[in-house]
Nanobody, 120 residues
Framework: QVQLVESGGGLVQPGGSLRLSCAAS????????MGWYRQAPGKQRELVAT???????YYADSVKGRFTISRDNAKNTVYLQMNSLKPEDTAVYYC??????????????WGKGTLVTVSS
């Protein structure tokens, strides 16, 4: 079994910062892509950022220059540093891992989400 646990969400004022973490535990052999998605009330889930095993990163246009994704492969953990937060960043943030388990089966797992609220 594999489990993803997010942390770091909360209430922050516009212009503030938060750092999200997502740690994976369980029967993981290797992780390909780690990513963050978000879903605002009444909207579809959207991709925020990804980090590949090769070191490349991708960011949605809406967060470029403000968010930074990083990963600690030794800890099977991905981070999302969010700066200059705006009210429109308010959403539930989900981490997503694409990985091979110890049986070498390719899998995709989601965390349960952490709420980020940007409001004064």
């Amino acid at each position: 079994q594999v489990q993803l646990v997010e942390s770091g969400g909360g209430l922050v004022q516009p212009g503030g910062s938060l750092r999200l973490s997502c740690a994976a535990s369980g029967s993981i052999f290797s992780i390909n892509t780690m990513g963050w998605y978000r879903q605002a009330p009444g909207k579809q889930r959207e991709l925020v950022a990804t980090a590949s095993s090769g070191g490349s990163t991708y960011y949605a246009d809406s967060v470029k220059g403000r968010f930074t994704i990083s990963r600690d492969n030794a800890k099977n953990t991905v981070y999302l540093q969010m700066n200059s937060l705006k009210p429109e960043d308010t959403a539930v943030y989900y981490c997503n891992y694409n990985f091979y388990n110890i049986q070498r089966t390719f899998m995709a797992y989601w965390g349960k989400g952490t709420l980020v609220t940007v409001s004064s």
